[in-house]
């Protein structure tokens, strides 16, 4: 919720840093996804 309206306020301004963070976050989460399948599949076989 506050990021939302950290988007509005960063946009207002320059749009590129609030999209940059968004967009770290983004990899970020994927790549905690994709390890943490990784791990669950090691530990499986």
């Not at 950290?6 to 749009?15: A, N, S």
């Not at 990899?27 to 530990?43: N, S, T």
Request: a positive charge; proline letters at 2%; glycine letters at 6%.
């Amino acid at each position: 919720m506050v990021g939302k309206h950290r988007k509005t306020v960063g946009k207002h301004r320059k749009g590129e840093p609030a999209n940059r963070a968004a967009q770290i976050f983004a990899i970020a989460a994927a790549a905690a996804a994709l390890i943490y399948m990784l791990i669950r599949i090691k530990r499986i076989s």
